[in-house]
């Protein structure tokens, strides 16, 4: 089956750690998008990619940067987490100008 | 861009029609609804979307008014299953070769048995 897939579903890291979150998927769209999604809050977009076009929105920390090498494939980089980073971190996907999001399981980051 | 407003939690006995309400009176437009549940600890999942008329699919019903500033999702035969937070989302204006989300503060239907 076509899906989004993250990898791993738990990370653990140490305050100051870099840690990268990963995603990829075989439903070839264009966009990829990822979310920051903390607890009992509603997902909250950070950036996303329109092939290879890195669109950042303007509240996201800088802390946060993205890779994307190929269609298949998008980082989520995290440069020096802090304890107010620790989230479901989750990435989605969609074809250019069509309606529906599909959505990885996420990521679950623990920042110690 | 508009922003939406959903009730916090709603219970809903197993069977029956679960009707989760969303208030978007600052919505264009041009501007779709979407509605979206997240079961625990998973991804969000894509239900229905409309623009101004009713839609329905195998998964659940979407009513929009008239002037389009409310909308309700209906569940017909809520199951223990349906219990997720449910999101209602505006599609925000066209940017970078995509449409952005503005997700709601969600609603937490749970079905009881």
């Known amino acids: 089956d076509a899906m989004v897939i993250q990898n791993p579903r738990y990370q653990v890291t140490q305050f100051g750690k870099p840690v990268t979150l990963s995603c990829s998927q075989t439903?070839?769209?264009?966009?990829m998008y990822w979310y920051q999604q903390k607890s009992s809050q509603a997902p909250k977009l950070l950036f996303h990619y329109y092939d290879k076009d890195f669109n950042n929105e303007a509240d996201t920390p800088d802390n946060f940067q993205s890779r994307r090498p190929n269609t298949s494939f998008c980082f989520l980089d995290i440069r020096s987490p802090g304890l107010g980073d620790a989230a479901m971190y989750l990435c989605a996907t969609s074809r250019a100008g069509f309606n529906e999001q599909f959505f990885g399981p996420g990521t679950r980051l623990t920042v110690l | 861009d508009a922003k939406t407003t959903q009730p916090p939690s709603m219970d809903c006995a197993e069977g029956r029609a679960a009707n989760l309400p969303c208030n978007h009176s600052?919505?264009?437009?041009?501007?779709?609804v979407y509605w979206y549940r997240q079961i625990h600890s998973q991804g969000p999942q894509y239900i229905i979307h409309?623009?101004?008329n009713n839609e329905t699919n195998e998964m659940a019903s979407l009513i929009i008014t008239e002037d389009r500033k409310s909308s309700t999702l209906i569940l017909p035969h809520a199951t223990l299953r349906d219990t997720a937070v449910y999101y209602c989302?505006?599609?925000?204006?066209?940017?970078?070769?995509?449409?952005?989300?503005?997700f709601g503060t969600g609603t937490r239907l749970k079905v009881l048995a």
């Open positions: 600052t919505i264009s437009g041009n501007e779709y």
């Open positions: 989302i505006v599609r925000a204006g066209f940017t970078s070769g995509t449409y952005k989300y503005i």
């Open positions: 439903l070839n769209h264009n966009v």
């Open positions: 409309g623009l101004k």
